[in-house]
Nanobody, 125 residues
Framework: VQLQASGGGLVQAGGSLSVSCAASGGTFSRHVAGWFRQAPGKEREFVAATSWSGSSTYYADSVKGRFTISRDNVKNVVYLQMNNLKPEDTAVYYC???????????????????WGQGTQVTVSS
């Protein structure tokens, strides 16, 4: 599976931004998909994940209530809608996918074999 992220940009604090990730080359509808992010000087961290059907989602505490992950298995795309953005949300956002089961492992970097190239999100104060 190849992943191509897009949609990052610059937004003011309190604003909204949506990033998307297009998948190709595999049965994306059978993959858990999600997003990680990495800010300058910080470790890469889990943001959100969705089960292969989209019926289950899970969020990091830092984004819960502000971010929404969704997917379209016909278009093979996973989305991350980000609202009420904060300067601390500034990071490179990476989409991920893996043909794995929905479990507590979904928050771990090692759970995902497929990674997109990343898209920059910058939130100004």
């Amino acid at each position: 599976v190849q992943l191509q992220a897009s949609g990052g940009g610059l937004v003011q604090a309190g604003g909204s931004l949506s990033v998307s990730c297009a998948a190709s080359g595999g049965t994306f509808s059978r993959h858990v998909a999600g997003w990680f992010r990495q800010a300058p000087g910080k470790e890469r961290e889990f943001v959100a994940a969705t089960s292969w059907s989209g019926s289950s989602t899970y969020y990091a505490d830092s984004v819960k209530g502000r971010f929404t992950i969704s997917r379209d298995n016909v278009k093979n795309v996973v989305y991350l809608q980000m609202n009420n953005l904060k300067p601390e949300d500034t990071a490179v956002y990476y989409c991920v996918a893996d043909r794995s089961t929905w479990s507590e492992q979904i928050t771990k970097i090692t759970a995902y074999n497929y990674w997109g190239q990343g898209t920059q999100v910058t939130v100004s104060s």
